[in-house]
């Protein structure tokens, strides 16, 4: 079975804001006609329910709890790790290693531009910096300078809208 966990954005008054309205990252309204957004809300097919008023806490929790579906966690295994790994080590975002990231690239385009997406309350894309440190055993690509807004089907796909 396949789990849905739609985000959806509320005013005060616990009316619905429209998918076409944008607000500033703390929910100040962009839309002439908008009170703006109070709380953000996802609701799981299997009745799990957050909501709070920062919208990127609520789609982090939300992805968390995806993945914490068993067919969704061993999709995941089978997408993200070339050999089997503990469970534990890839449902979590600040989990992804290097064989991981190697892994979701080794099919692309090698001339295919990669951007950052950051921050789904005000979505934009980043350069990534050519160089790669190790350090305390971690490996950091800088963020070299902002490029524009994210396309809407980026944010779409990544349920950010």
């Given at each position: 079975?396949?789990?849905?966990?739609?985000?959806?954005?509320?005013?005060?008054?616990?009316?619905?804001?429209?998918?076409?309205?944008?607000?500033?990252?703390?929910?100040?309204?962009?839309?002439?006609?908008?009170?703006?957004?109070?709380?953000?809300?996802?609701?799981?097919?299997?009745g799990w329910k957050k909501e709070?008023?920062?919208?990127?806490?609520?789609?982090?929790?939300?992805?968390?709890?995806?993945?914490?579906?068993?067919?969704?966690?061993?999709?995941?295994?089978?997408?993200?790790?070339?050999?089997?790994?503990?469970?534990?080590?890839?449902?979590?975002?600040?989990?992804?290693?290097?064989?991981?990231?190697?892994?979701?690239?080794?099919?692309?385009?090698?001339?295919?531009?990669?951007?950052?997406?950051?921050?789904?309350?005000?979505?934009?894309?980043?350069?990534?910096?050519?160089?790669?440190?190790?350090?305390?055993?971690?490996?950091?690509?800088?963020?070299?300078?902002?490029?524009?807004?994210?396309?809407?089907?980026?944010?779409?796909?990544?349920?950010?809208?």
């Amino acid at each position: 079975m396949t789990f849905r966990a739609p985000l959806t954005n509320h005013h005060a008054d616990g009316s619905l804001c429209p998918a076409g309205h944008k607000h500033t990252s703390s929910g100040k309204p962009l839309h002439t006609d908008c009170p703006g957004r109070a709380y953000t809300r996802a609701v799981c097919s299997c009745g799990w329910k957050k909501e709070e008023s920062g919208k990127g806490y609520v789609n982090e929790c939300r992805k968390r709890h995806l993945a914490s579906h068993a067919e969704g966690a061993e999709r995941l295994l089978g997408i993200l790790t070339p050999h089997p790994v503990p469970l534990s080590e890839v449902l979590l975002p600040q989990y992804l290693t290097v064989g991981h990231l190697l892994r979701q690239l080794q099919d692309l385009d090698p001339g295919l531009p990669i951007r950052l997406a950051i921050n789904p309350d005000f979505p934009f894309t980043h350069y990534l910096g050519a160089e790669i440190v190790v350090r305390d055993g971690k490996a950091f690509i800088a963020d070299d300078g902002q490029e524009g807004y994210l396309p809407p089907s980026v944010s779409d796909a990544l349920a950010w809208a």
